[in-house]
């Protein structure tokens, strides 16, 4: 026993039960002989918030490293660029209608306009790699959504899976770009 506090000493993820009798009975119809020390500091997060936190925070680090790397790649001219570093600034007013038009009439020289996923065609290009780790930053909430659907379906927590499981659907249509607004 801690002398402190009367409290059991317990590390991090320790479960204890609570023993002392002089204390008043918690909630009718609730259990309250078992105490949990949260192993982080966040205190009351279900162990779904929890995964969610680690897989963005994981991905977070992954995308933002490999941004870096990329970058540095294009900065350095390690790998040439589609457009060169020095004429960027000529295309930075342009919409995007014109700047792939542009790209394509002075550049690339391909029969169509670099839309969708017809970037990676270009992935051995300093500034289309950049594209990757976007694609990655962008991809995290789906990989979020699938990695807490098993701990959902383990409490059956139907409810939550289902909406995690169509958060996934719907997010990797919208990706893949099957599902389309506006022209």
Not at 129 to 144: E, G, K
């Amino acid at each position: 026993m801690n002398e402190e506090s009367n409290a059991p000493d317990m590390t991090d993820g320790e479960i204890s039960t609570n023993e002392s009798t002089d204390e008043e009975p918690g909630t009718p119809g609730v259990d309250d002989s078992i105490d949990v020390v949260a192993s982080d500091a966040s205190p009351g997060a279900l162990e779904e918030q929890l995964l969610y936190a680690k897989i963005l925070e994981v991905g977070m680090f992954l995308g933002l490293g490999l941004l870096l790397v990329s970058f540095a790649l294009y900065v350095l001219r390690i790998l040439p660029p589609v457009i060169p570093i020095e004429q960027l600034s000529d295309y930075w007013t342009m919409n995007v209608h014109d700047y792939l038009g542009a790209l394509n009439e002075q550049f690339l020289h391909q029969e169509h306009l670099l839309t969708g996923w017809s970037w990676l065609s270009q992935i051995g290009k300093g500034d289309y790699l950049n594209f990757i780790p976007i694609a990655i930053l962008s991809a995290i909430t789906i990989v979020c959504y699938a990695g807490i659907t098993p701990v959902l379906i383990r409490k059956k927590d139907r409810a939550y899976a289902i909406m995690a499981l169509l958060e996934v659907f719907i997010l990797t249509l919208a990706a893949s770009g099957v599902l389309t607004v506006g022209h």
